[in-house]
T-cell receptor, first 112, second 116 residues
């Protein structure tokens, strides 16, 4: 499986955009980039995923570089409730045999 | 949407006793479930994969005789921590494979186990 590298922690001010980077230089052609977050003492929550095009949903935007070796999750207007650990995972789409493996993630602190 | 109900949300037990954690899929059949463990300030670590009607597959380093997993029906998987010790205190999370969801998975809310 391709591995990801994320900064251990970041912070941003409430109301500002939070940009969370992820490096996945060994990603292969059939692997997608998925983002999850885990708010303290809760189960992980799916945020967004993409293959090579940029994606946007009601929670966030995902920007994937053209070479697909890195991506950025953007929370456009961070709120205090966005304080969480964010995990970037690369995986082969909806492969039914895949086990979801979490890396160390980025701990995002949104400051008032 | 589809929900995985995990119980209890927290439990305190005495050292040497066993604790059972339930993970129940609501409104869908979960043929495959996953169990994770998470220590404070650390990431989720996959413990095992359970498939309905067959033996669970454990990840390397996870003691299958200590962490008993049963997946006897399409809606229920259980994790029993046997002869629990303080070092087993952790946050345990189940997940079910869910076809039709955006990412193919849904997670329980977790169980915080404290062994005293």
């Amino acid at each position: 499986d391709a591995k990801t590298t994320q900064p251990p922690s970041m912070d941003c001010a409430e109301g500002r955009a939070a940009n969370l980077p992820c490096n996945h230089s060994t990603i292969s052609g059939n692997e997608y980039v998925y983002w999850y977050r885990q708010i303290h003492s809760q189960g992980p929550q799916y945020i967004i995923h993409g293959l090579k095009n940029n994606e946007t949903n009601e929670m966030a935007s995902l920007i994937i570089t053209e070479d697909r070796k890195s991506s950025t999750l953007i929370l456009p207007h961070a709120t205090l409730r966005d304080t969480a650990v964010y995990y970037c995972i690369v995986r082969p789409g909806m492969d039914s045999s895949y086990k979801l493996i979490f890396g160390s993630g980025t701990r995002l602190l949104v400051r008032p | 949407g589809a929900v995985v109900s995990q119980h209890p949300s927290w439990v305190i037990c005495k050292s040497g006793t066993s604790v059972k954690i339930e993970c129940r899929s609501l409104d869908f059949q979960a043929t495959t479930m996953f169990w994770y463990r998470q220590f404070p300030k650390q990431s989720l670590m996959l413990m095992a994969t359970s498939n309905e009607g067959s033996k669970a597959t454990y990840e390397q380093g996870v003691e299958k005789d200590k962490f008993l997993i049963n997946h006897a029906s399409l809606t229920l998987s259980t994790l029993t921590v046997t002869s629990a010790h303080p070092e087993d205190s952790s946050f345990y999370i189940c997940s079910a494979r869910l076809t039709g969801s955006a990412d193919g998975y849904t997670f329980g809310s977790g169980t915080r186990l404290t062994v005293v």
